[in-house]
């Protein structure tokens, strides 16, 4: 679902970047000028997120008896953070973004008796996410951008360190994901506000691996994935 989502969000990105920059003109834009002069500024963000996790099955999933599906659920969370933004020439920004991100997702099981056992991950990221942004030429006080770049999180509630035999799969604090999305500046007297939906792809293998651990023994690899929705406020 998150592969097809990007695949729309970057083929519509593209036809209106062609159409807002066939028509673009700094005539009129009297709030973007204010900001045009600024290299550099700061905001507040507020976000949505929608996060699960991509599951590859070990070989102990063949040959278990006990365990006859394991899939991934999605959870909803939310993220506060601050806003760095350095601008590098007409139409290029650097991006800094230490956010907190709260976030929940679940690992299903189904047994051989046809009873679901599940296993809610509910995590809270420390996120350092790096971003370059390419923004349209402005057409009345508007600007389409998308961003791309890398983002480094670690999970302060993880169970990783758990010695709780009860346990059913542990995973690591630490991941790296790579980053992309599309977003509006709307530019404001006073502000600039900017809706932002962008994909999250977790190049890390967060699993514990514990062969003693039944529901952990039946996978080898469980990677992030997730799509946020944002709101900046930035001045």
Do not use: C
Request: no cysteine; net charge positive; hydrophobic share 40%.
């Amino acid at each position: 679902m998150h592969h097809i989502l990007g695949k729309k969000i970057i083929a519509i990105t593209a036809a209106l970047f062609f159409v807002i920059n066939a028509q673009a003109q700094i005539r009129g834009t009297y709030n973007y000028l204010d900001f045009a002069q600024k290299p550099y500024y700061f905001g507040i963000t507020l976000a949505y997120n929608s996060a699960n996790y991509k599951l590859a099955h070990s070989n102990d999933f063949i040959l278990n008896d006990s365990i006859t599906l394991a899939e991934s659920t999605t959870g909803g969370g939310f993220n506060l953070g601050i806003v760095t933004n350095l601008k590098i020439g007409k139409n290029f920004d650097f991006r800094f973004l230490p956010t907190l991100s709260f976030a929940n997702r679940t690992l299903e099981y189904w047994t051989v008796e046809n009873l679901p056992v599940n296993k809610r991950i509910e995590s809270v990221f420390v996120e350092l996410p790096f971003h370059l942004r390419y923004k349209s030429d402005p057409y009345k006080d508007l600007r389409l951008f998308i961003i791309g770049g890398a983002k480094y999180s670690f999970d302060v509630a993880s169970n990783s360190r758990s010695r709780n035999s009860n346990e059913l799969v542990r995973v690591a604090p630490s991941d790296f994901a790579l980053e992309l999305g599309v977003g509006l500046q709307i530019f404001f007297p006073y502000f600039i506000f900017s809706p932002e939906i962008k994909v999250s792809h977790g190049l890390s293998n967060t699993l514990l691996y514990n062969d003693k651990l039944s529901y952990s023994s039946v996978l080898e690899k469980v990677q992030s994935r997730a799509i946020t929705i944002s709101f900046h406020f930035e001045g």
